[in-house]
T-cell receptor, first 117, second 112 residues
Framework: AQTVTQSQPEMSVQEAETVTLSCTYD???????LFWYKQPPSRQMILVIR??????QNATENRFSVNFQKAAKSFSLKISDSQLGDAAMYFC??????????????FGQGTILTVHP | KAGVTQTPRYLIKTRGQQVTLSCSPI?????VSWYQQTPGQGLQFLFE???????NKGNFPGRFSGRQFSNSRSEMNVSTLELGDSALYLC???????????FGPGTRLLVL
């Protein structure tokens, strides 16, 4: 079974600084997707960024970028120029891209990010 | 496009009752997945529906069931509620089920 581990229960960053959230996963598959979702206090789950396993290039979305290390099964999220609105719980998630695992995301335990003004 | 909508947003029930939650996906999305979020267990996959068929199911008891209608709207039902069913129930939609999921605001269920 696939597992996703976020080893940092809490992180904090100063506004305008950079922070990196860690995620490791375990899978025997070679074709999958990895995601970072953000869940603010409103509890609405918001997609931050997505990475396809077959792509060597790391995904980037504005101030958000990932460091995808397939061999090490590591998928960290870097937030640059942190803003107060970035404060939220961040979840790393895995989805197998084939077989019968339709529509199933496996989530990590989450990392609470606090942004200090 | 309108996002994923879920109704109701909040619900209070008592043990032994049953509850039905509704999810309307993004227009054009045919896959709907359901998740349970609790402080102790985190986010857990319940099931996924596509074209009115359940294609995937998580490790939950049979009290948890769902269905999908021809317009892709989905409902999930929990029968004989237990205190441990108190949770945030999230649904997510995607075009075909094997790619990025977009989440609704959730239904917060409290079982007393």
């Amino acid at each position: 079974a696939q597992t996703v581990t976020q080893s940092q229960p809490e992180m904090s960053v100063q506004e305008a600084e950079t922070v990196t959230l860690s995620c490791t996963y375990d899978t025997s598959e070679s074709d999958y997707y990895l995601f970072w979702y953000k869940q603010p206090p409103s509890r609405q789950m918001i997609l931050v960024i997505r990475q396809e396993a077959y792509k060597q290039q790391n995904a980037t979305e504005n101030r958000f970028s990932v460091n995808f290390q397939k061999a090490a099964k590591s998928f960290s999220l870097k937030i640059s120029d942190s803003q107060l609105g970035d404060a939220a719980m961040y979840f790393c998630a895995y989805m197998y891209a084939g077989g019968t695992s339709y529509g199933k995301l496996t989530f990590g335990q989450g990392t609470i990010l606090t942004v200090h003004p | 496009k309108a996002g994923v909508t879920q109704t109701p947003r909040y619900l209070i029930k008592t043990r032994g009752q049953q509850v039905t939650l509704s999810c309307s996906p993004i227009s054009g999305h045919r896959s709907v997945s359901w998740y349970q979020q609790t402080p102790g267990q985190g986010l857990q996959f319940l099931f996924e529906y596509f074209s009115e068929t359940q294609r995937n199911k998580g490790n939950f008891p049979g009290r948890f069931s769902g269905r999908q209608f021809s317009n892709s709207r989905s409902e999930m039902n929990v029968s004989t509620l237990e205190l441990g069913d108190s949770a945030l129930y999230l649904c997510a939609s995607s075009p075909l089920g094997g790619e990025t999921q977009y989440f609704g605001p959730g239904t917060r269920l409290l079982v007393l």
